[in-house]
């Protein structure tokens, strides 16, 4: 495989979509996977190494900033339809065909969105640390609202995306805060922490996602699906997947253990493994 340039390296490019610049970067060379951001992120909030694991499994990534966010121009909204359109406009635009399509936590509810209105565009949806559609067995954490609202620390950084419990997982979470912050040149600003908290409820809503078409799709394509999560995720518990599973034909389930809601920052080259496995076996 040709030499490539490390996520961390990569330049910003834009493209004009519906009279908005959306921000975005290209690492690697292969099949095309464009990934959706998490509450919160911007195109930095991505670990390079996972990144970097996917583009050596045969995959050329896609990561882009929402409108209004990070490097991207327009009006700001965390709206899944928004979020799904941003997406959907990005593939056409760039012209990616049908790609492997994924969506970490808020992205990955744009994911489903973006599949259920295009399904034409996507040959594989992975979904990491995030909801399915409809009434859930069990709700997050109210931990998780609090440090949503706030300027985050490396401790919240733990909580939020690690296993606070573990040492072991605790040196992961220190690993890949490093790695993220590896980037000096041409990073995205911040979503603004008071414009994110005001976009929250109170608290833990049940359903978090009441799209129930976006239910019924998930029970009836023949697209193949993964979840890859953590075994203690305070946003999106993964307990809600596995209540599905025997409803839902082409669900595949990766629970990672000792772990939170960033499965992949923990377990960088695992996490791109599975991926791997499960679009190319």
């Known amino acids: 495989m040709p030499n490539v340039q490390s996520a961390s390296q990569v330049p910003n490019q834009f493209v004009e979509c519906s009279g908005r610049r959306l921000a975005y970067r290209v690492i690697g060379d292969g099949m095309p996977m464009v990934l959706c951001l998490r509450f919160r992120g911007v195109m930095d909030s991505w670990d390079p190494a ?51 399509l994924g969506g970490w936590s808020l992205g990955g509810i744009a994911a489903q969105v973006a599949m259920l209105q295009a399904p034409q565009l996507v040959s594989h949806l992975v979904l990491l640390g995030t909801t399915p559609p409809g009434q859930l067995v069990k709700t997050g954490e109210p931990l998780f609202y609090e440090l949503a609202r706030r300027e985050n620390d490396f401790e919240d950084f733990v909580h939020l995306f690690f ?37 929250l409820g109170e608290g833990p809503r049940n359903p ?29 518990p993964v307990e809600n997947w596995h209540a599905l599973s025997r409803t839902l034909p082409t669900l595949h389930l990766v629970t990672l253990p000792s772990t939170g809601h960033g499965p992949h920052l923990q377990y960088p080259r695992a996490s791109a493994r599975h991926i791997a496995a499960f679009v190319f076996d």
């Open 50 to 100: 996972f990144l970097d694991e996917l583009t050596a499994q045969g995959f050329k990534v896609y990561i882009f900033d929402y409108s209004g966010l990070g490097l991207s121009d327009g009006t700001p909204t965390y709206d899944p339809a928004s979020l799904a359109r941003d997406t959907i406009e990005l593939i056409t635009t760039l012209g990616l065909g049908k790609v492997v």
């Open 208 to 236: 978090m996602f009441p799209l129930q078409p976006a239910l019924d799709a998930l029970r009836t394509t023949r697209i193949p699906v993964m979840h890859l999560g953590g075994d203690h995720d305070i946003v999106f």
């Open 163 to 199: 296993e606070p419990t573990s040492p072991a997982s605790r040196e992961e979470a220190l690993r890949s805060a490093e790695r993220i912050a590896s980037r000096k040149e041409g990073r995205c600003p911040e979503v603004p922490h008071e414009w994110a908290g005001q976009q």
